[in-house]
């Protein structure tokens, strides 16, 4: 399994290096380029653009941009001694060995261009917390409603309670999430106004300054009213999570209830069943746990959602979370920060499927990899 | 898109946009003389005299929660971003030396006055003029130093320092400073080498001066006033940010040197915070909810959704903005379709064409006021125009006399033997917009244009930057690449904010590709206008510039191809309980006067 492990992290090094120049191809691709932020700011002068493309190195040739983007090259340097750092040691190593301080490899992903001051690692760091809550809580409930509605789906297929089942799935399915997430809004907070709009948290909890989700004050209110601040984050989370999971059951359960009327056809279920083995303790046991492989796999496919959240949710109901800092940076032309998600979550990717792949060996005794 | 302010104090902004030619030595009016103007009275001009009172303060204290629907940039507003909504979130937090009230005057914000030359704050001098800066006596920064001339005279250093990157402010005005006098006073005299209209828009904000000097200029808009270390910054104003969440909220708390040395008296809220949500929609039902006090930037197009919501109706206050709807024709293209002749005539034609009556009806329901004038009808220099009526008969004898002949398929062909066939563009994301492009086109088609409507991504292709966008990109304003845009432009208290949208050498095609005007209007007599309000302080003068300059723009001979469709409304959402927010429709934004806010 270990060599296993370590073949596949070899593997992934190139995957990851022409994800990393498809990224980056990208952006130089996107109309606009990194300056078009600036294009309407009327008394912003040739000079003054010129100098920022200076500043941010968007003068030099495009490998060297990718290359000091990367942190294979000395923003320093010239001529071939751009691959070595001011130590002498080859520029990717890490600082602690001489090596370079900046670009990718170092874990410097730039500063935001949008958010002046701020490093993105700072920018990312701060929206993630809130992503993995939201994301966090949506999954949980989703993959608990998926398997149920698919178990309880296959073992009464066919049945009338299938076919509500199935019916619900397609609705919800067919829903778009933007859409989905305003009607919710205008029926719960608009309407009724039982759940706010929008937002993770209520400002007005809190009378004093800087009360916000991770900050100082949030945890001192949290430490001496706990019950309060859980209420008011389930309050902001009720229909995020159920526009999340309206639309994401519906392909799972499906995903379960295949996998599960097959795993029923199997001559060892029918086995437990003649032997006397109850039918919960056949369909949870036997059944469920072989259907649940495929699933598994799926599971590892869905990780990096963890990480960068639900676009369109986050934003219909300004969670301030991943997602929304991805649209929000595409449309301030926050290049750094979209390089920076972009490249986070192909690592996310990349580690999910190898996850998912010794997770099949784990639950899977019949698979080896040795 | 973003809402957008312009570069001086408030001159003119884009809000959003629009689109085909090349470059522009056409002329409309080239050869038009000024009118004569209809000589305003020579009376007593008062710039700074408002009807704004406050009431008294009842009742202080707990949380005031300010919403939007748009992120602002950054705490340099007018220095590094030109978005208004930096100045709704931090235009309170770094004062001016003046703004502008709900009424449209100049009121005194670390100065004690607002000098014109009527009150002789501003003396001229030959060319030039000495302008006196009396600032509030012990007023202080917020971390205890006082604010003096010092400040002043730094920041004009500061702002033409070559290193400046990314400053948005650019050299205008501060480049005919010679000196500032005063030292470590509070009464300065700012010496001009030329005598500069826009002088109130300079030192907007004013910048504290031992603040700039704790690193390089270069490194400013990135080192100082950091998102991520707020509590570092030194500020002026009422409020001063402690935390920006990102995503979410910007938090404030009072600056006690504001409330001890300039307002003195108490802050009218422990704390506030700006929220924005993703959506108007979002932050209205938000308001609803009542988890804002204040909710800001809506206009016309949201009246009727305020209204399905539920919102009460005294929580809405609506007023006419300074902000316009209008089209932006592209002279330069027409030209190079139809020839100097053909392009004048035609132009002519369409201001007849236009019937703005039935855009107003069927695009914002017959609530907005419509317009032929690029200036707010408060600002002291408006004149009363006669607007152009619509007269189809009349458009198509000009076109018929200029030698445009109607084809089989009803449309006009040019004396060139060209098809009268126009590219109509604007934001894709703005439907009203493209609605309204699309009556136009229907409108047009009595006078045999035929006008095709494209909806575009507004950034970057409306209004992608001369080396951001490709030459050819289908109607990028920059480069010319269309015939008429939809956008709006924000009108602000300074005529001078108009300088860089109609002066000839501001057409984008020229020069360093930074100009505004679109439109490639060039010209002469209203380039010399234009010099002479550069170069004019008295109030009374000013005027009766501007008087002969909208008589140039709303003179249909003179084919000036801009065509104002309607005022915006301004509309603000705000608790009952709230007092002395005053919509105030000028660039200054709603959170101009919250030094005044309590809640009671």
Known sequence: ??????????????????????????????????????????????????????????????????????????????????????????????????????????????????????????VIGEHFPRTLMLAGVALVVWLTLALLLGVISAVKRYTKIDGAITVFNYVAYSFPTFWLGLLLIIIFSSALGWLPAGGMWDVKLDPAPGFYFGSSEYWSFFSQHPLAVLADLASHLILPVATLVAVSVAGDSRFVRASMIDALRQDFVRTAGAKGVTERRVIFKHALRNALLPVVTNIGLELPFLFTGAIATETVFSWPGMGKLFIDSVGKFDYPVVMGISVITALLVVGGNLLADIVYAIVDPRISYG | MRKRLTVLLAIAAIVTSACTSSSATGTPGATTKPSVAPSPTAVAIDISTTNYKPEAVTKTGGKLVMAEWQEPV?????????????????????????????????????????????????????????????MRPGAMWSDGQPITCDDLAYQVTWQMDAGQVGNIQGHLGWEDITSVDGGSGTTCVVHFAKQYEGYLGLWSPLLPKHYLQTVSVAD?????????????????????????????????VPNPQFWSTIKKSTAGFDSVVFKYYDSSATEMAGFKNAETDVAMNYNQNDLAAMTTTGINQASIDSIDGTTYEQHSWNYASLKTKFGDAGAKALMTALHYAYDKGAINQRIVGGIAVTTCNFNSPLVWYYKELTCPTTDVAKANQILDAAGFTTGADGVRVAPNGKAVELLGCTSKSRTYRVNTLTLLASQLQQIGVKLDVKPVPTVPDLFGGWTEQGADVPCNTTHGNFD???????????????????????????????????????????????????????????????????????????????????????????????????????SATNSWNIEDWFKA
């Not at chain 1, 320093?76 to 002498?88: A, E, F, H, W, Y």
């Not at chain 2, 030359?117 to 009396?134: S, W, Y």
């Open chain 2, 74 to 134: 950054t705490v340099w507003w007018n220095e590094y971003d030109n978005s208004a909504t930096d100045v709704e979130a931090f235009g309170f937090s770094l004062w001016s030396l003046w703004s502008a009230t709900a009424d449209y005057k100049y009121y005194p914000q670390l100065a004690t006055t607002v000098p014109t030359v009527l009150n002789g704050g501003v003396v001229l001098k030959g060319d030039g003029m000495d302008e006196t800066i009396t």
């Open chain 2, 220 to 252: 400013a808009g990135t080192k100082l006033y950091a998102a991520n270390n707020l509590k570092a910054g030194v500020y002026s104003g009422p409020y001063m940010p402690t935390s920006w969440a990102a995503g979410a909220e910007i938090d404030y």
């Open chain 1, 1 to 122: 399994m270990t060599r296993y492990i370590v073949r596949r992290l070899v593997g992934a090094i190139p995957t990851l290096f022409i994800i990393s120049i498809l990224i980056y191809g990208f952006v130089l691709l996107a109309p606009g380029g990194p300056t078009a932020a600036f294009a309407m700011n009327a008394k912003m002068t040739a000079e003054s653009r010129a100098l920022i493309v200076h500043r941010w190195g968007l003068d030099q040739p495009i490998p060297v941009q990718y290359c000091r983007w990367l942190g294979v090259c000395n923003p320093d340097g010239q001529g071939l001694g751009i691959l070595v750092s001011n130590s002498g040691v080859p520029y990717f190593l890490p600082a602690a060995v001489g090596g370079g301080n900046n670009g990718v490899l170092h874990l410097d992903l730039g500063i935001s261009s949008s958010k002046n001051g701020v490093p993105v690692t700072e």
């Open chain 2, 484 to 586: 008429v845009a939809e956008f709006a432009w924000v009108a602000g208290l300074d005529p001078l904010g108009i300088y860089l949208l109609y002066y000839s050498t501001y057409d984008p095609s020229q020069g360093d590709h930074s100009g505004v005007n679109y439109i490639r209007v060039n010209n002469p007599a209203l380039d010399q206008l234009l010099d002479q309000l550069k170069r004019t302080v008295d109030l009374n003068k000013v005027r009766t510039i501007m008087f002969q300059i909208q008589d140039i723009y709303v003179n249909p001979d003179n084919a000036f191809p801009e065509i104002p469709l309607y005022y915006w409304k301004t509309v603000v959402l705000k608790n009952t309980a709230m007092h002395n927010v005053v919509n105030n429709a000028t």
